[in-house]
């Protein structure tokens, strides 16, 4: 039985009969690595897929595929009414006010971009600000960077403490009326710091500023309401959320996207075209040229009603008991550091040893069947701040247990053993 049929809907930590169920709904874990079975903890880098997103692929490949908004055919016509079934799913999801400020993308990296080379191009100009945090993933600084180099723009960078807590107060220093953008993680990837997303859009607009929000590692453990949050663009992807890989979002308030110029031009995006003159489609076709991932975006919204099922509030709370027992069981390992130990972390536990190097660490670990992430994490400035080349990293997604951790921490006590 899975999880979505048994569950009782209760506000609590899932029992061990749901978790065993839940587990089942994700065909992976019947897969062994070296003979043991799989404990996997790299989520954060890409979630696993239920069953439920697999079955939705399947069904629109063998049963239901055909090119959207363009077929008079009811082949045609079913796909583009799934698929647009699927962004008001992800508007519901994200609580946007309208479907149309939800633009599918290939990926948070091109959602970034996106807002780039549109609005960036547009309306930064010489000597205007862009404020970043010392925690960025690099999809998150190198379009900046691209953009300042063109426009002359100057990058400022919002510091961190060594626990990896997000200073606020240092940041509202950073504030003036030079500053015309802030572009900044909800939730780290390499740390798992929660920044606090709703100050922080606030102080921005009181300097006028507009916000870009990186979700890619909040959306999947916490309830995200960007009406609430007030920020201007929000981005994720899918793949992160259990969803297929190809997929992304970005979200942005109607008035800017209005206002944005087209990033692609080609078909779709355009509403008639001549030799002489092209005039572009409403939104948010206008974002969406040529033929898009449309399998991926109706797997999103079905990972999206599976996360829905399960419930966002029990995932995170599931996941915050996940790290403290981990956090406390990793912290009696002799040799062993955690990285990053803010006062509010998701589930993230990035770590270095005495011992071995991370890609060490991660190597011995596979094989018993445990899967980590080791390096920079596409974050080294991050890095250059701990003064090391790379970390370990642990991340948790809702299909985790306690065994997972004692399972870690026990080969870990192995790359000790090994290493000794």
Same mark, same amino acid.
Request: hydrophobic fraction near 40%; glycine fraction near 8%.
């Given at each position: 039985?899975?999880?979505?049929?048994?569950?009782? !809907? #209760?506000?609590?930590?899932?029992?061990? $009969?749901?978790?065993?169920?839940?587990?089942?709904?994700?065909? %992976?874990?019947?897969?062994?690595?070296?003979?043991?079975?799989?404990?996997?903890?790299?989520?954060?880098?890409?979630?696993?897929?239920?069953?439920?997103?697999?079955?939705?692929?399947?069904? @629109?490949?063998?049963?239901?595929?055909?090119?959207?908004?363009?077929?008079?055919?009811?082949?045609?016509?079913?796909?583009?009414?799934?698929? &647009?079934?699927?962004?008001?799913?992800? #508007?519901?999801?994200?609580?946007?006010?309208?479907?149309?400020?939800? /633009?599918?993308? #290939?990926?948070?990296?091109?959602?970034? +971009?996106?807002?780039?080379?549109?609005?960036?191009?547009?309306?930064?100009?010489?000597?205007? $600000?862009?404020?970043?945090?010392?925690?960025?993933?690099?999809? +998150?600084?190198?379009?900046?960077?691209?953009? #300042?180099?063109?426009?002359?723009? /100057?990058?400022?960078?919002?510091?961190?403490?060594?626990?990896?807590?997000?200073?606020?107060? &240092?940041?509202?220093?950073?504030?003036?009326?030079?500053?015309?953008?802030?572009?900044?993680?909800?939730?780290?990837?390499?740390?798992?710091?929660?920044?606090?997303?709703?100050?922080?859009?606030?102080?921005?607009?009181?300097?006028?500023?507009?916000?870009?929000?990186?979700? =890619?590692?909040?959306?999947?453990?916490?309830?995200?309401?960007?009406?609430?949050?007030?920020?201007?663009?929000? *981005? @994720?992807?899918?793949?992160? %959320?259990? !969803?297929?890989?190809? *997929?992304?979002?970005?979200?942005?308030?109607?008035?800017?996207?209005?206002?944005?110029?087209?990033?692609?031009?080609?078909?779709?995006?355009?509403?008639?075209?001549?030799?002489?003159?092209?005039?572009?489609?409403?939104?948010? @076709?206008?974002?969406?040229?040529?033929?898009?991932?449309?399998?991926?975006?109706?797997?999103?919204?079905?990972?999206?009603?599976?996360?829905?099922? *399960?419930?966002?509030?029990?995932?995170?709370?599931? $996941?915050?008991?996940?790290?403290?027992?981990?956090?406390?069981?990793?912290?009696?390992?002799?040799?062993?550091?955690?990285?990053?130990?803010?006062? $509010?972390?998701?589930?993230?536990?990035?770590?270095?040893?005495? =011992?071995?190097?991370?890609?060490?660490?991660?190597?011995?670990?596979?094989?018993?069947?445990?899967?980590?992430?080791?390096?920079?994490? =596409?974050?080294?400035?991050?890095?250059?701040?701990?003064?090391?080349?790379?970390?370990?990293?642990?991340? @948790? !997604?809702?299909?985790?247990?306690?065994?997972?951790?004692?399972?870690?921490?026990?080969?870990?006590?192995?790359?000790? +053993? %090994?290493?000794?």
């Amino acid at each position: 039985m899975t999880f979505q049929a048994m569950q009782s !809907g #209760r506000d609590v930590i899932f029992s061990p $009969e749901e978790m065993s169920a839940l587990r089942k709904d994700f065909p %992976i874990f019947d897969t062994d690595v070296y003979g043991k079975t799989l404990t996997f903890l790299d989520s954060a880098a890409s979630a696993q897929k239920p069953q439920a997103v697999i079955d939705t692929l399947q069904q @629109f490949y063998s049963h239901e595929y055909a090119n959207i908004h363009r077929g008079v055919y009811y082949l045609s016509q079913l796909a583009t009414e799934k698929y &647009e079934h699927a962004r008001e799913t992800i #508007r519901d999801f994200i609580n946007a006010a309208h479907s149309n400020e939800v /633009i599918f993308v #290939r990926g948070a990296t091109e959602a970034i +971009n996106l807002v780039a080379q549109t609005y960036g191009r547009q309306y930064l100009t010489a000597g205007d $600000e862009v404020v970043l945090s010392q925690m960025e993933h690099h999809s +998150n600084i190198v379009p900046w960077q691209m953009l #300042r180099d063109e426009k002359g723009l /100057i990058l400022r960078v919002s510091p961190i403490d060594r626990e990896g807590n997000f200073l606020f107060d &240092e940041y509202e220093k950073l504030l003036s009326e030079k500053t015309k953008l802030v572009a900044i993680t909800h939730v780290s990837n390499a740390l798992g710091t929660i920044t606090p997303i709703k100050k922080i859009i606030a102080a921005a607009h009181k300097v006028g500023a507009k916000v870009l929000v990186d979700g =890619c590692q909040a959306l999947p453990h916490t309830r995200v309401d960007v009406q609430d949050l007030d920020a201007d663009f929000y *981005v @994720f992807s899918g793949h992160k %959320i259990y !969803g297929p890989t190809g *997929v992304g979002i970005l979200y942005g308030k109607q008035e800017l996207l209005d206002a944005m110029p087209p990033y692609h031009g080609g078909g779709e995006m355009i509403r008639s075209v001549t030799f002489e003159k092209t005039e572009y489609n409403t939104l948010p @076709f206008k974002f969406e040229a040529g033929t898009p991932n449309i399998a991926g975006g109706i797997g999103l919204a079905t990972a999206l009603d599976y996360v829905s099922g *399960v419930g966002i509030d029990r995932i995170a709370r599931h $996941e915050a008991d996940l790290l403290s027992y981990a956090q406390q069981a990793m912290s009696e390992i002799e040799g062993l550091k955690l990285v990053g130990t803010a006062q $509010e972390k998701s589930g993230i536990v990035s770590f270095t040893m005495d =011992c071995a190097h991370p890609h060490d660490i991660g190597t011995i670990l596979d094989q018993n069947g445990i899967a980590i992430r080791a390096g920079h994490h =596409c974050a080294q400035p991050l890095m250059d701040f701990y003064d090391v080349p790379a970390t370990a990293r642990a991340s @948790f !997604g809702l299909y985790n247990t306690k065994t997972d951790v004692d399972n870690l921490v026990a080969g870990l006590q192995k790359v000790k +053993n %090994i290493f000794a």
